[in-house]
Protein backbone atom coordinates (compact mmCIF):
# COMPACT_ATOMS: atom_id res chain seq x y z
CA UNK A 1 0.00 0.00 0.00
CA UNK A 2 0.55 3.68 0.02
CA UNK A 3 3.74 4.54 2.32
CA UNK A 4 3.49 7.91 4.77
CA UNK A 5 2.86 11.35 2.44
CA UNK A 6 4.31 14.40 3.33
CA UNK A 7 2.84 18.07 2.01
CA UNK A 8 4.40 20.26 0.30
CA UNK A 9 8.00 18.68 -0.45
CA UNK A 10 9.82 22.66 -0.29
CA UNK A 11 8.38 25.00 0.99
CA UNK A 12 9.94 28.71 1.28
CA UNK A 13 8.73 31.23 3.63
CA UNK A 14 9.81 34.71 4.52
CA UNK A 15 10.61 35.24 7.85
CA UNK A 16 7.33 36.31 10.35
CA UNK A 17 5.38 33.98 7.97
CA UNK A 18 2.69 31.89 8.91
CA UNK A 19 3.62 27.55 7.91
CA UNK A 20 1.21 24.48 7.72
CA UNK A 21 2.72 20.76 6.37
CA UNK A 22 0.72 18.01 6.34
CA UNK A 23 1.28 14.27 6.81
CA UNK A 24 -0.89 11.44 5.38
CA UNK A 25 0.06 8.32 7.52
CA UNK A 26 -0.35 5.10 6.32
CA UNK A 27 -3.58 3.97 6.47
CA UNK A 28 -4.89 2.53 10.35
CA UNK A 29 -1.53 3.19 12.04
CA UNK A 30 -2.34 4.45 15.61
CA UNK A 31 0.54 5.85 15.91
CA UNK A 32 2.08 9.35 14.45
CA UNK A 33 5.52 11.44 15.35
CA UNK A 34 6.98 14.31 13.86
CA UNK A 35 10.66 14.86 14.09
CA UNK A 36 12.87 18.04 13.05
CA UNK A 37 16.25 17.17 11.40
CA UNK A 38 18.92 20.61 10.86
CA UNK A 39 21.51 19.94 8.48
CA UNK A 40 23.88 16.98 9.02
CA UNK A 41 21.84 15.47 12.12
CA UNK A 42 19.70 13.02 13.03
CA UNK A 43 16.14 13.84 13.53
CA UNK A 44 15.09 15.25 16.68
CA UNK A 45 11.62 14.54 18.69
CA UNK A 46 9.13 17.16 18.06
CA UNK A 47 5.41 15.58 19.13
CA UNK A 48 3.47 12.18 19.19
CA UNK A 49 0.14 10.87 18.88
CA UNK A 50 -1.96 8.07 19.83
CA UNK A 51 -4.88 7.93 17.17
CA UNK A 52 -6.51 12.03 17.85
CA UNK A 53 -4.76 12.53 21.27
CA UNK A 54 -1.45 14.36 21.43
CA UNK A 55 0.26 12.35 23.67
CA UNK A 56 3.87 14.05 23.79
CA UNK A 57 5.12 17.50 22.69
CA UNK A 58 7.50 17.74 24.65
CA UNK A 59 9.90 18.31 21.66
CA UNK A 60 8.19 21.22 20.33
CA UNK A 61 10.78 24.15 20.49
CA UNK A 62 8.03 27.15 21.25
CA UNK A 63 4.75 27.76 21.76
CA UNK A 64 4.78 28.83 18.07
CA UNK A 65 4.73 25.32 16.71
CA UNK A 66 1.35 23.66 16.66
CA UNK A 67 0.11 19.95 15.79
CA UNK A 68 -2.87 18.25 15.35
CA UNK A 69 -4.80 15.28 14.01
CA UNK A 70 -8.28 15.96 14.54
CA UNK A 71 -9.62 12.61 13.44
CA UNK A 72 -6.71 10.50 14.47
CA UNK A 73 -5.69 9.93 10.55
CA UNK A 74 -4.02 13.18 8.27
CA UNK A 75 -1.93 15.49 10.96
CA UNK A 76 -1.01 18.97 10.76
CA UNK A 77 2.04 20.86 12.16
CA UNK A 78 1.72 24.64 11.92
CA UNK A 79 4.79 26.79 12.62
CA UNK A 80 3.83 30.72 13.22
CA UNK A 81 5.94 33.66 12.79
CA UNK A 82 7.93 31.79 11.63
CA UNK A 83 12.36 32.36 12.40
CA UNK A 84 15.09 31.35 9.97
CA UNK A 85 15.89 28.92 13.02
CA UNK A 86 13.45 26.87 12.20
CA UNK A 87 14.77 26.07 9.00
CA UNK A 88 14.92 21.99 8.70
CA UNK A 89 13.30 18.62 6.88
CA UNK A 90 10.64 18.08 9.00
CA UNK A 91 9.56 14.33 8.87
CA UNK A 92 6.11 12.80 9.69
CA UNK A 93 6.64 8.86 10.53
CA UNK A 94 3.82 6.68 11.45
CA UNK A 95 4.01 2.87 12.93
CA UNK A 96 1.08 0.16 14.08
CA UNK A 97 2.10 0.01 17.39
CA UNK A 98 1.83 2.60 20.51
CA UNK A 99 4.41 4.48 21.64
CA UNK A 100 6.47 2.63 23.96
CA UNK A 101 5.95 -0.84 22.36
CA UNK A 102 8.49 -0.23 19.76
CA UNK A 103 8.64 -3.35 18.43
CA UNK A 104 7.77 -2.80 14.85
CA UNK A 105 9.60 0.47 13.04
CA UNK A 106 8.55 3.75 12.34
CA UNK A 107 7.75 4.27 8.45
CA UNK A 108 8.97 7.93 7.59
CA UNK A 109 7.57 10.38 4.79
CA UNK A 110 10.28 12.38 2.67
CA UNK A 111 9.99 15.13 5.03
CA UNK A 112 9.13 19.14 3.93
CA UNK A 113 12.04 21.03 3.79
CA UNK A 114 11.33 24.51 5.04
CA UNK A 115 13.11 27.38 4.58
CA UNK A 116 13.09 30.67 6.22
CA UNK A 117 14.22 33.77 4.64
CA UNK B 1 19.22 16.68 22.55
CA UNK B 2 20.83 13.47 20.77
CA UNK B 3 20.76 10.10 23.17
CA UNK B 4 23.44 7.88 20.52
CA UNK B 5 26.20 9.05 18.89
CA UNK B 6 27.43 7.38 15.83
CA UNK B 7 31.45 6.65 15.17
CA UNK B 8 32.64 7.91 12.72
CA UNK B 9 30.68 10.43 11.30
CA UNK B 10 31.81 9.49 7.39
CA UNK B 11 33.26 6.32 6.10
CA UNK B 12 34.57 6.18 2.62
CA UNK B 13 35.38 2.51 1.37
CA UNK B 14 35.80 0.63 -1.92
CA UNK B 15 32.71 -1.38 -3.51
CA UNK B 16 33.20 -4.74 -2.28
CA UNK B 17 34.34 -4.06 1.19
CA UNK B 18 32.70 -4.29 4.72
CA UNK B 19 31.82 -1.04 6.25
CA UNK B 20 31.19 -0.89 10.32
CA UNK B 21 29.92 1.52 12.10
CA UNK B 22 29.19 1.97 16.17
CA UNK B 23 26.82 3.36 18.56
CA UNK B 24 27.01 4.40 22.00
CA UNK B 25 24.21 5.65 24.20
CA UNK B 26 23.55 6.84 27.83
CA UNK B 27 20.43 5.67 29.01
CA UNK B 28 18.98 2.07 29.49
CA UNK B 29 17.04 1.10 26.58
CA UNK B 30 14.05 -1.00 25.29
CA UNK B 31 16.08 -1.77 21.98
CA UNK B 32 17.76 -0.38 19.59
CA UNK B 33 17.20 0.23 15.94
CA UNK B 34 19.22 1.60 12.80
CA UNK B 35 18.01 3.46 9.93
CA UNK B 36 19.02 4.47 6.71
CA UNK B 37 18.13 7.72 5.11
CA UNK B 38 19.24 8.23 1.25
CA UNK B 39 20.04 11.84 0.52
CA UNK B 40 16.73 13.92 0.53
CA UNK B 41 14.17 10.83 1.53
CA UNK B 42 13.14 9.38 4.57
CA UNK B 43 14.68 7.33 6.77
CA UNK B 44 14.31 3.48 6.17
CA UNK B 45 14.02 0.88 8.49
CA UNK B 46 17.01 -1.76 8.51
CA UNK B 47 17.16 -4.12 11.78
CA UNK B 48 15.91 -4.18 15.50
CA UNK B 49 17.86 -5.43 18.42
CA UNK B 50 15.96 -5.85 21.39
CA UNK B 51 18.08 -5.45 24.77
CA UNK B 52 18.18 -8.78 26.00
CA UNK B 53 19.68 -9.90 22.01
CA UNK B 54 23.41 -9.83 21.64
CA UNK B 55 23.49 -9.67 18.09
CA UNK B 56 21.28 -10.24 14.76
CA UNK B 57 21.41 -10.93 11.06
CA UNK B 58 19.23 -9.52 8.10
CA UNK B 59 20.71 -10.55 4.85
CA UNK B 60 24.33 -8.13 4.16
CA UNK B 61 23.78 -6.30 7.55
CA UNK B 62 25.06 -7.85 11.01
CA UNK B 63 23.88 -5.86 14.51
CA UNK B 64 25.54 -6.30 17.89
CA UNK B 65 25.06 -4.57 20.80
CA UNK B 66 26.47 -4.81 24.40
CA UNK B 67 24.27 -3.45 26.98
CA UNK B 68 26.76 -3.49 29.39
CA UNK B 69 28.89 -0.98 27.67
CA UNK B 70 25.63 1.02 26.61
CA UNK B 71 26.95 0.41 22.65
CA UNK B 72 25.86 -0.75 19.72
CA UNK B 73 27.72 -1.62 16.19
CA UNK B 74 26.63 -2.82 12.51
CA UNK B 75 28.03 -4.10 9.95
CA UNK B 76 27.64 -4.23 5.99
CA UNK B 77 29.66 -6.55 4.58
CA UNK B 78 29.99 -6.82 0.71
CA UNK B 79 29.17 -2.98 0.33
CA UNK B 80 27.75 -1.83 -2.71
CA UNK B 81 27.95 1.39 -4.24
CA UNK B 82 23.57 1.91 -3.86
CA UNK B 83 24.69 1.61 0.33
CA UNK B 84 25.87 4.98 0.00
CA UNK B 85 23.37 6.78 2.37
CA UNK B 86 23.12 8.50 6.28
CA UNK B 87 22.93 5.65 9.07
CA UNK B 88 21.26 6.01 12.31
CA UNK B 89 20.76 4.08 15.53
CA UNK B 90 17.72 4.99 17.60
CA UNK B 91 17.31 3.94 20.90
CA UNK B 92 13.87 3.50 22.24
CA UNK B 93 12.63 3.62 25.79
CA UNK B 94 9.78 6.12 26.34
CA UNK B 95 10.68 7.72 22.82
CA UNK B 96 12.20 6.82 19.90
CA UNK B 97 15.68 8.29 20.41
CA UNK B 98 17.98 9.20 16.75
CA UNK B 99 21.62 9.75 16.98
CA UNK B 100 23.53 12.34 14.85
CA UNK B 101 24.80 9.47 12.13
CA UNK B 102 27.40 7.93 9.94
CA UNK B 103 27.62 9.10 6.26
CA UNK B 104 28.78 6.03 4.69
CA UNK B 105 30.27 6.55 0.82
CA UNK B 106 30.84 3.32 -1.39
CA UNK B 107 33.31 4.11 -4.25
CA UNK B 108 32.44 1.90 -7.16
Known amino acids: GAGVSQSPRYKVAKRGQDVALRCDPI?????LFWYQQALGQGPEFLTY????????KSGLPSDRFFAERPEGSVSTLKIQRTQQEDSAVYLC???????????????FGNGTRLTVT | SQQGEEDPQALSIQEGENATMNCSYK?????LQWYRQNSGRGLVHLIL?????REKHSGRLRVTLDTSKKSSSLLITASRAADTASYFCATARVKLVFGAGTILRVKS
Open chain 1, 49 to 56: FQNEAQLD
Open chain 1, 93 to 107: ASSSRRQGEYNSPLH
Open chain 2, 49 to 53: IRSNE
Open chain 1, 27 to 31: SGHVS
Open chain 2, 27 to 31: TSINN
